[in-house]
């Protein structure tokens, strides 16, 4: 059974930093390129990030400079580290394989 399970979301103020996590099961890991995407209240969802199997990453303009992706193929984890957070960041994210699957999302809340 393939599983990503999301951890990490938090309420947060502006400015500050949170670190999602992603462990999968069920696929080989390794060999897939990962996602995270995001849906704000009341909007569609949006790709934010991708980390492929040779280590490159990519960024939607949105978070570039602020966000980071990373991947340990030895734990089955992908991460997001979000820096200097902003209102807009607010957001139900969600990692995703290229293949499709998909986590049930963690919820990040930035407010003062």
Known sequence: EVQLVE???????????????????????????????????????EW???VYTDDSTYYADSVK????????????????QMNSLKLDDTAVYYCASVAGYWGQGTQVTVSS
């Not at 602020?66 to 991460?79: E, I, L, M, P, Q």
């Open 7 to 45: 951890s990490g979301g938090d309420l947060v103020q502006p400015g500050g930093s949170l670190r999602l996590s992603c462990a999968t099961s069920g696929f080989t890991f390794r060999t897939s390129g990962m996602n995270w995407a995001r849906q704000a209240p009341g909007k569609g969802l």
């Open 48 to 50: 934010v990030s991708s």
């Open 65 to 80: 400079g602020r966000f980071t992706v990373s991947r340990d193929n030895a734990k089955n984890t992908v991460y997001l």
